[in-house]
């Protein structure tokens, strides 16, 4: 398997503009997250999926970010209007499940887009 | 909620070993993971500790005491390419909840 796949790894935009982020989960993995990385925050969990379906997007930092998944193979994240303050590294991961085994705990990241919002 | 406490930077010489503390307050816990992350990359697991006790995998070791809400990483036999950062994770049901991390720097 090629792992979690994101597109694309760098993106350059202006303050206001839409911008989407892409990830291909592992063929088989039941959940997908996103994350989003910076100095200050840490690792963030912005929302995740269980069988395509959004389980909490509590994590989500406010109504200009959307995510969906569509199908097992493919997600989006959406930020729109973009702001300075999103410029981040935003990461894609997908796991088995949830239990208290190894198999089925460990996340599998994604490559990661780094977003600069000028 | 959950909580978790690191060491911000940890420096060790080639060959030495180092140990990466991890505390932690939780609501729901499953188990403990360390992840790796170098400059620039994705993090990548490392262990994980579903039970109390060591988790041996090559050079790497991780424990875990739940009454003490306490993990560690062991890192021996230092090598230049462990220069990373290291985060503990703690698993509830359905996620992980990671730490801040602890850049470790290994001089030679």
């Known amino acids: 398997d090629a792992g979690v796949i994101q597109s694309p790894r760098h993106e350059v935009t202006e303050m206001g503009q839409e911008v989407t982020l892409r990830c291909k989960p592992i063929?088989?993995?039941?959940?997908l997250f996103w994350y989003r990385q910076t100095m200050m925050r840490g690792l963030e969990l912005l929302i995740y999926?269980?069988?395509?379906?959004?389980?909490?997007d509590s994590g989500m930092p406010e109504d200009r970010f959307s995510a969906k998944m569509p199908n097992a193979s493919f997600s989006t994240l959406k930020i729109q209007p973009s702001e300075p303050r999103d410029s981040a590294v935003y990461f894609c991961?997908?796991?088995?499940?949830?239990?208290?085994?190894?198999?089925?705990?460990?996340?599998?990241f994604g490559p990661g887009t780094r977003l600069t919002v000028l | 909620g959950q909580s978790l406490e690191q060491p911000s930077e940890v420096t060790a010489v080639e060959g030495a070993i180092v140990q990466i503390n991890c505390t932690y307050q939780?609501?729901?816990?499953?188990?403990l993971s360390w992840y790796q992350q170098h400059d620039g990359g994705a993090p990548t697991f490392l262990s994980y500790?579903?039970?109390?006790g060591l988790e041996e995998t090559g050079r790497f070791s991780s424990f875990l005491s739940r009454s003490d809400s306490y993990g560690y990483l062991l890192l021996q036999e230092l090598q230049m390419k462990d220069s990373a950062s290291y985060f503990c994770?703690?698993?509830?049901?359905?996620?992980?909840?990671f730490g801040k991390g602890t850049m470790l720097l290994v001089s030679p």
């Open positions: 991961a997908s796991s088995f499940g949830t239990s208290g085994l190894r198999e089925t705990n460990t996340q599998y």
């Open positions: 063929s088989g993995h039941d959940y």
């Open positions: 999926f269980n069988n395509n379906v959004p389980i909490d």
């Open positions: 939780t609501s729901g816990f499953y188990g």
């Open positions: 500790n579903g039970l109390d």
């Open positions: 994770a703690v698993s509830g049901y359905s996620t992980l909840t």
